[in-house]
């Protein structure tokens, strides 16, 4: 079933904890108007309903980190810099997966600026998903790329492509929409999240398929100029 | 308000929330058994047995509707009643056309889950009744030799035993021998019940009696 819009997600996200804290209250009163109540199984949902309640609190707290208004303070930054401390972050999670991390690192990067800690967050968020990606794929072809690329007087990109299963066609399109998930356990909210942080940043970022299967994400930020100029026009507008 | 033969199935794909109702049903009285998904309840559920389902919309895999359709094929005898995390008017149109008890959403009172249970279940027991009954009859009527079924079809259409006779190149006290036979091992007392139990095996599929 298609999730149509943000609201249907959250309600979805919060009824599943909420009915689950219903159902064991009733269960826990029934069971104490019984003869000889276990008093272990009225503790066993007691616990069951302190972790659903905390597991609502947790979706409203995604959701807030989701709808906050981003605050960015743009300073100049060296954009493999930032590829560089990421990657550094998941060197164990790498090995420990058995997968080859390789970066193409471009030396004649356009000037930018952005918030080093939001970006390094994006990029954490796409090098994990491409790592779960290839948690099915062969020992020998787990391979991770981060690349920078760029015009001096245009934009950077980055792309992330890993050698998993790819995504289909149909999935594409929402894959940035909120509580959208291919995870069993995901929440469906870090794309979202990586999405409102590069357009914060005046950026773009998408999806698609990798030319050798697998996928790749990609975003851009725009010339530090650039986004100045366009910011005080913006500015003078509003 | 137990009814031990009857057995609820849940399936939800949360866990927590399949716990939580499993103890609500049996604290109620009742057989529980979960399933994490459509799949995990088409291959482990027990067959030909009465009881209705608690069934989930969204699930990763089949879909809660998806596996409404495969439970109405297999022709068993579950009502279903959706719980669903977040429901609007054309799903619960859809659920409620295709068949099911009741479409209710997270989080669900205690009343009313259970008043859909009690529904549910006795659509379940009637289903079983009626599927006994005709099963019996069936057995019943496949017990006739083809000159008893060639007469059974000839008198619940009304015919006289001269016209039967007539009709299969006999005599009359022959075919009356035959008439005793079939209200015999159809185990029945009169012409109208006859007629009330073809009624039944063919509204029931079986092959038309052969005339």
Request: glycine share 8%; aromatic share 4%.
């Amino acid at each position: 079933m298609a999730v149509t819009s943000v609201g249907a997600a959250v309600a979805h996200k919060l009824n599943q904890p909420l009915g689950a804290i219903l159902s064991n209250s009733d269960a826990a009163e029934l069971l104490l108007e019984s003869a000889g109540p276990q008093l272990d199984d009225i503790r066993q949902i007691l616990a069951d309903i302190r972790r659903d309640d905390l597991r609502a609190s947790e979706v409203i707290k995604h959701l807030r980190a989701l709808l906050r208004k981003r605050e960015v303070e743009l300073l100049p930054l060296d954009l493999n810099e930032v590829v560089a401390d990421a990657l550094r972050l998941v060197d164990g999670e790498s090995r420990r997966r058995g997968i080859e991390v390789e970066t193409e690192l471009s030396a004649v990067l356009p000037a930018v600026s952005g918030d080093k800690t939001q970006l390094q967050q994006v990029l954490l968020n796409l090098v994990l998903n491409g790592m779960e990606a290839m948690a099915e794929s062969p020992a020998a072809k787990r391979r991770l790329t981060v690349r920078t690329s760029g015009d001096r007087n245009e934009e950077a990109e980055v792309a992330v492509t890993d050698t998993g299963p790819g995504i289909s066609r149909d999935r594409l399109p929402r894959l940035f929409d909120a509580f959208f998930t291919t995870k069993e356990y995901g929440m469906g909210l870090g794309l979202s999240i990586a999405r409102s942080i590069i357009e914060s940043h005046g950026g773009r970022i998408w999806a698609e398929k990798n030319t050798d299967g697998g996928a790749a994400f990609r975003f851009t930020l725009p010339n530090a100029a650039r986004l100045e100029r366009r910011n005080s026009e913006n500015a003078t507008v509003g | 308000m137990t009814q031990t033969s009857a057995t609820i199935h849940v399936v939800d794909d949360d866990e927590s929330l399949r716990t939580a109702l499993m103890r609500l049903l049996r604290a109620a009285g009742y057989a529980v058994r979960t399933y994490a998904s459509a799949g995990d309840f088409l291959l482990n559920k027990p067959a030909n047995a009465p009881g209705c389902v608690v069934l989930d919309v969204r699930m990763p895999g089949p879909s809660g509707f998806e596996l409404q359709e495969a439970i109405a094929k297999l022709d068993e005898s579950l009502p279903i009643i959706f719980l669903t995390g977040h429901g609007d008017i054309p799903m619960s149109v859809r659920a409620i056309k295709a068949g099911a008890v009741d479409f209710l959403t997270k989080p669900v009172r205690k009343e009313t889950l259970l008043q859909a249970v009690r529904t549910a279940l006795a659509g379940s027991a009637e289903r079983c009744a009626t599927r006994e009954l005709l099963h019996s009859l069936r057995s019943r009527y496949e017990s006739l030799t083809p000159r008893e079924r060639e007469v059974f079809a000839r008198v619940v259409s009304g015919k006289l035993n001269k016209q039967i006779a007539g009709e299969l190149g006999t005599c009359e006290r022959t075919v009356k021998a035959h008439r005793a036979r079939v209200m015999e091992k159809m185990q029945l007392t009169s012409v109208a019940e006859l007629v009330h139990a073809a009624d039944q095996l063919i509204g029931g599929g079986t092959t038309a009696l052969p005339r």
